[in-house]
């Protein structure tokens, strides 16, 4: 009963979405107040519905109803609740229901937050995003269906995949989803403003809030998904390239610089048509890596030949949307007039930069990513683009935009002083120089990237501070006073950019000075590794809720001392069968100590396979990143972004 | 995110994947073994997405682990290990996409897209300097901007 | 005229994605088409003595079918009974039972008949990596030695009629 009235839902959402995406924006177009006022109470209701449809599919999950097709294919009685609970966004079905539920919530925030925005803006974004909406919810009435029933059904469920079932990737979903989705909200803005014809600083002041939450969103999701293939893989990496990643990624980096170009809208009304395409397009990356991911295009072998129409209708969702906008950009963009000029060297030509940078590593990720696709499609011939083209391409374009980032904030607008700017920050640049080259020799030499890496990392610290202690002139008499009252906004900039440093010079340390062991290890075996002592003990079964596992210990010496002892397992799931494996990591500021333990080499059980590596500043890339998200909200909370406040003034 | 691939794979490729591969036989000379991992690195796992053959377990990774050790014992140079896979497998193998005739646009596609940038930006600003300055705002507009302009903080 | 630019782009990868929903990425063709064999020589499923060898195919006349195959491998029980059907038919295929155990292979035979004219043992999997196979079932289209054609995963009624045919009937003109 509780199931079908979530399917039953679900069509309520679905029709209710329709009203709310067309009947308003008609009214809006024609100036019928009426019409219009129906749209916040059927952004209000869509989302009701849907998250009841939502309810209705995780009870499902969570009393195991295996007369539920999704539930007997993805879950079992014996997982922990906390599995059987994100089981229900962990396949096809639930992950897109997911994604109408948060579009939903974004949708009522929107409703409830823009209540201030212009009458006839506030009704286009709505019932933009409630055409967007439409589509979702047809794609999963139509051809995956969540709540569809089996008959007869199964006693027991065929179980999630044991990769899953992990803490890390339980809760990557739903932030990804909020990141993705949230970058719609700036679309329906963006196009929202194509149909007004104008966009100017209120416009962007609107929009900026909603990137920034998206953006934070997508930063958190990234990462905790990257930090999941770093400790449950096991295979030392924490970045691989693949598809599915890259597909999270081209959002991330469009977004980053709308994050920029919407400053610009804002202070000095210019780069207006770009910053609505960059809307358009990080949205548009968000449908494309969903399309991506769901339709198994790029990555999988032959599922889609079972079942074509999903991907077809993705395909055709994607095209109207897309494609519509786009359109509607070429036929509208001309209406948005152009705002201040800027000279050549200026905070503006700085963030231009930043665009250019970051929106040309889109297109390459994109191209890379689909090139061996358009290959194919055109040729026949296949191809493999690896991660070695993608660190060589997408390095050479991020030396130039760190190098930039540092120098950015202390430009002025409109015009900055060139030899101002050198003499002062000449300084910060030559010491993070020395420094790199210092660290460079102490930690033995290498690459010469490697130094490369450290200097930039080095280079957007200090000039980071540097323009922060500029800012509110740290030496001199009431600092403090000044310090506290910094604009939160640029306060946050601060952060994010201190964030990117950081984590910057973690990816340096692990990439470049990462070492590695495989062995096959017996009991009191020792292995030196990044100045530990590493010596296995002994191992133990172990019998786990779903599975049973082998635990090995390790005891870790530094400099005859104990400092840890780890314990890495090899489980073996029942349902489905399956082996995975738990790292153990000893993290230290300095870096990871990772150990994988596989598989038995012999049949006495005393000797196992392990993997060993030492990853110096993994800590850092993982604090770096927690850093820029904090920085993300703390500019969140700035008083000026809280929908409305300028509207207020006005009025 | 790698999880929806560990899921999509292997429809009709049956491999037991996921396992610590750690391979017995390692060659004794340790710079012939740093040699072998290198070129093991470049080699895609044929059955997994952008993986090399270092980072996988399924079986066949293994066997061609193997080959390489055993390429590099008999003395061949990395490049013939190398012309060794892409002569049974093609330059699908190679993580790293060849530069040839072929991948050109591929390999050029940042520099390319940066000067097609760098022009664009160019062209627009020359054209804005050279047009007149955009039409006067009208009184609602100018008052609004006095407001956000009073308003605005220094950022 | 440039702000039409955006869309053209994406008109074009729209296309290529629709392209790409019917192409299969994991169906990489062989590099050995139009090339002879390999040479190998492999015994027979759990003894000593000469299953076939190369030499053996080279020496054929008419066009045969090689099907790499292992008794741990689900799809290949469903590629089974269409190559009974081709015995049937009149094709001669030679068998490869790949890193498989003896008294598996030979269960596998006798519970799902035998649609091979002669089955050889390729325990350490060298040979199969030598043809480039990648993944159980393959199978390959072999005249005079030549390698003409490579299937990867098990084949359907449709993919026979589709791919082998053609090029089988080329051959025999």
Redesign the interface.
């Known amino acids: 009963m509780i199931v079908e009235s979530g399917h039953y839902a679900l069509i309520l959402a679905c029709t209710l979405s329709l009203v709310q995406g067309i009947f308003p924006l008609y009214g809006a177009l024609t100036g019928r107040g009426r019409l219009m006022r129906l749209s916040a109470p059927t952004a209000y209701g869509q989302f009701f519905f849907v998250s009841i449809a939502f309810g209705a599919l995780m009870y499902a999950f969570i009393v195991s109803d295996f007369s539920v097709v999704n539930v007997a294919k993805n879950s079992h009685t014996l997982k922990p609740m906390l599995y059987k609970v994100s089981a229900t966004w962990g396949n096809h079905e639930g992950s897109i229901l997911l994604w109408a539920l948060i579009l939903a919530l974004y949708g009522a925030a929107v409703a409830f937050f823009g209540r201030k925005l212009p009458k006839t803006l506030y009704v286009k974004v709505l019932s933009i995003q409630a055409l967007i909406g439409l589509g979702f919810y047809l794609f999963l009435l139509l051809t995956s269906n969540p709540f569809e029933r089996l008959y007869p059904f199964p006693m027991e469920g065929s179980g999630l995949?044991p990769?899953?079932q992990d803490p890390g990737?339980a809760f990557?979903p739903p932030l990804l989803y909020l990141g993705y989705v949230g970058l719609s909200v700036t679309f329906s803005f963006a196009v929202g403003a194509l149909i007004e014809g104008r966009v100017?600083?209120?416009w962007a002041r609107w929009v900026r809030p909603w990137t920034l939450l998206a953006w934070c969103f997508l930063t958190a999701g990234?990462t905790l998904?990257?930090w999941?293939?770093y400790y449950e893989?096991?295979?030392g990496?924490w970045w691989?390239?693949?598809?599915?990643?890259n597909a999270?990624f081209m959002p991330w980096l469009v977004a980053t610089a709308l994050l920029h170009s919407a400053?610009v809208v804002e202070?000095r009304d210019t780069l207006k048509?770009w910053t609505i395409?960059l809307a358009?397009?990080a949205f548009?990356f968000s449908l494309l890596g969903t399309?991506i991911?769901r339709?198994?295009?790029?990555?999988?072998?032959?599922?889609?030949?079972t079942d074509?129409e999903r991907?077809?209708f993705i395909?055709a969702f994607?095209?109207l949307v897309?494609?519509g906008s786009?359109?509607l950009?070429?036929?509208r963009?001309?209406k948005l007039?152009?705002?201040g000029?800027f000279a050549?060297i200026s905070r503006e030509s700085m963030l231009?930069i930043n665009n250019?940078?970051l929106?040309?590593?889109a297109?390459?990720v994109m191209?890379?990513t689909?090139?061996?696709?358009?290959?194919?499609?055109l040729?026949?011939?296949?191809?493999?683009?690896?991660?070695?083209?993608f660190n060589l391409?997408f390095g050479?374009?991020m030396i130039p935009l760190l190098l930039v980032m540092g120098l950015g904030p202390s430009a002025s607008w409109k015009r900055a002083d060139l030899a101002g700017i050198v003499s002062r920050l000449g300084f910060v640049f030559a010491t993070s120089l020395v420094a790199a080259l210092a660290f460079f020799y102490m930690l033995g030499g290498g690459e010469i990237m490697a130094a490369v890496w450290l200097g930039l990392g080095l280079w957007l610290m200090a000039a980071t501070f540097y323009e922060w202690a500029d800012r509110v002139k740290l030496f001199k008499v009431n600092a403090m006073k000044r310090i506290r009252r910094q604009?939160r906004?640029?306060v946050g900039?601060s952060f994010g950019h201190l964030g990117l440093a950081i984590a910057v010079l973690g990816m340096a340390g692990s990439s470049y000075w990462g070492t590695e062991q495989?062995?096959?290890m017996a009991y009191g075996d020792e292995i030196n590794i990044g100045g530990y002592d590493v010596n296995f003990r002994d191992t133990n079964g172990i019998i786990g809720p779903n599975y049973t596992a082998v635990r090995g210990a390790f005891d870790i010496r530094k400099n005859g001392k104990i400092v840890a002892t780890l314990e890495p397992e090899?489980r073996l799931f029942s349902t489905p069968p399956?082996?995975?494996?738990e790292a153990a990591i000893y993290s230290t500021l300095m870096g990871d100590l990772f150990i994988?333990?596989?598989?038995a080499?012999n049949k006495t059980y005393d000797q196992w396979?392990?993997?060993l590596y030492y990853k110096p500043l993994q800590t850092w890339l993982w604090g770096g990143v927690v850093v820029m998200v904090f920085g993300g909200f703390i500019s969140l909370s700035d008083r000026?972004f809280r929908m409305g406040a300028?509207k207020k003034?006005?009025n | 995110m790698r999880v929806f691939l560990s899921i999509t794979l292997f429809i009709f490729i049956t491999f037991a994947v996921h396992a610590v591969g750690v391979d017995e036989k390692q060659l004794a000379d340790p710079a012939s073994e740093i040699r072998a991992q290198e070129i093991m690195k470049k080699l895609r796992c044929l059955v997994c997405q952008n993986q090399s053959i270092v980072d996988s377990d399924a079986p066949l990774a293994k066997d061609l682990r193997e080959i390489v050790r055993e390429r590099i014992t008999a003395g061949d140079t990395d490049e013939e290990v190398l012309f060794f896979m892409t002569k049974r497998y093609g330059v699908w193998v190679l993580l790293k996409p060849p530069f040839d005739r072929t991948t050109i646009i591929l390999w050029l596609s940042p520099v390319l897209l940066l000067l097609i940038g760098f022009f664009v930006i160019y062209r627009n600003q020359s054209q804005r300097k050279s047009l007149a300055v955009s039409p006067p705002l009208n009184k609602e507009e100018e008052k609004r901007l006095r407001v956000l302009l009073d308003e605005r903080a220094d950022d | 005229m440039k702000k039409f630019i955006p869309f053209a782009i994406f008109c074009f990868i729209s296309l290529a994605l629709f392209t790409g929903l019917s192409l299969n990425p994991g169906n990489i063709p062989s590099e050995l088409i139009n090339d002879p064999i390999p040479e190998f020589s492999l015994p027979i499923v759990g003894g000593e003595s000469l299953g076939f060898s190369s030499t053996d195919v080279k020496a054929e006349e008419e066009v045969i079918i090689i099907n790499f195959f292992a008794s741990w491998c689900a799809p290949c029980y469903v590629e089974h009974p269409f190559l009974m059907e081709l015995k049937n038919q009149g094709y001669k295929i030679y068998g490869i039972s790949y890193k498989d155990k003896a008294r598996d292979t030979n269960r596998f035979i006798k519970e799902q008949g035998n649609p091979y004219y002669k089955i050889a043992a390729d325990e350490d999997g060298r040979v199969a990596i030598n043809f480039g196979v990648y993944g159980v079932p393959e199978t390959y289209v072999i005249q005079d030695g030549i390698i003409r054609y490579k299937h990867a995963g098990p084949i359907h009624e449709m993919d026979f009629e589709d791919k082998f045919l053609p090029i089988i009937k080329r051959m025999g003109e």
């Open positions: 995949n990769l899953l990737l990557h100017d600083a209120a990234i998904g990257s999941w293939a893989l096991g295979w990496g691989f390239w693949d598809p599915v990643e999270s400053i202070k048509a395409l358009i397009i548009s399309f991911v339709s198994g295009v790029l990555t999988s072998v032959h599922a889609f030949a074509p991907g077809v395909l994607l095209f897309i494609g786009l359109l950009f070429a036929l963009a001309d007039q152009a705002g000029l050549p231009v250019l940078l929106s040309v590593a297109m390459v191209f890379g689909l090139y061996p696709l358009l290959r194919d499609a040729t026949g011939d296949k191809i493999t683009v690896g991660p070695p083209f391409a050479f374009l604009p906004a640029s900039m495989q062995k096959i090899a399956m082996p995975t494996t994988v333990i596989g598989e080499n396979a392990v993997r000026r300028a003034k006005i």
